[in-house]
């Protein structure tokens, strides 16, 4: 699943070239990507002719697009979801789900979804924060972000370091890969303790997790997955700057000691085992 950095450079590229445009007419394709719109694809359509779209905005992993009247279209990109732009007489490519046509006679919005497993829906009065996701955390980039008030939250919770980065409520945005990559510039294993925790070591993570996503924006995001890319068509290449996401057997570029890869939470979890040791029984949470 794209993580902040991916989802954000989509976010870009869709206020670039959507904010302040009328639909005058969408298309569904395929009913499964609005599945999560409760009256159905045929609801959906009318909903969105004549709207004018604001700019769109993220919370974490999580993609909305406003419109001017408070309501917005809630994006869920799943494994696979991609918006592009395209000439409406253009060939659709493979797998095009849903058309949005403008009143610019501008490009044509069109949501791209191989597996199907992300999809739109309207949400009432979201413009602001939808309602469906009004219980992620704010991540770090929010202006409204409190890194001291996560750090506390965090510090009281009975889990490993891990699992507390993933956990959405706590703090918005960290998936397997940038939760790897802090935990190791950070020199903590995943299964530490988190309420044996130092405050100090508590600020590094997160504060190592935020400068991490900083530099994979600024490379477009990582290519994990050839089905994630921008609004252009390009995917990321942050993959080549991983320390240790992906990269079992290679060498630390810290120690160089080989980088190894364990069983996590029905994933992988991948730490160089020099640089982020194991803790001992009283501190460790798997
Ligand atoms: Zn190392």
Known sequence: ?????????????????????????????????????????????????????????????YLWLPFADGDAVLAHLGMSGQFRFSAADAPHAP????????????????FVDQRMFGGLSLS???????????????????????????VRRLRRKRTGIKRALLDQQLVGGIGNIYADEALWRARVHYARATDTMSRASAVAVLTA??????????????????????VNGSSGYFDRSLAVYGREGEPCPRCGSPIR?????????????????????GHARF
């Open 95 to 110: 797998n095009t789900r849903v058309l949005i046509d403008f009143a610019d006679d501008g490009p044509q919005l069109r």
């Open 124 to 150: 009432e009065g979201g413009a602001e924060l939808p309602p469906e996701i009004a219980h992620i955390a704010r991540d770090p980039f929010d202006p409204a972000y409190q890194l001291a008030d996560v």
């Open 261 to 281: 890869r364990e069983a996590f939470m029905n994933r992988s979890s991948f730490r160089c085992p020099r640089c982020q040791r194991t803790p001992t029984a």
């Open 1 to 61: 699943m794209p993580e902040l950095p991916e989802v954000e450079s989509v976010r870009r590229g869709l206020a670039r070239a959507l904010t302040g445009r009328t639909i005058t007419r969408a298309t569904v394709l395929h009913p499964r990507p609005v599945r999560r719109h409760l009256l159905g694809p045929d609801d959906f359509v009318a909903q969105l002719a004549g709207r004018t779209f604001a700019e769109p905005r993220r919370r974490g992993k």
């Open 209 to 230: 997790a935020r400068a991490v996503m900083a530099e994979a924006l600024d490379a477009g995001g990582t290519s994990f997955d050839s089905l994630y890319v921008d």
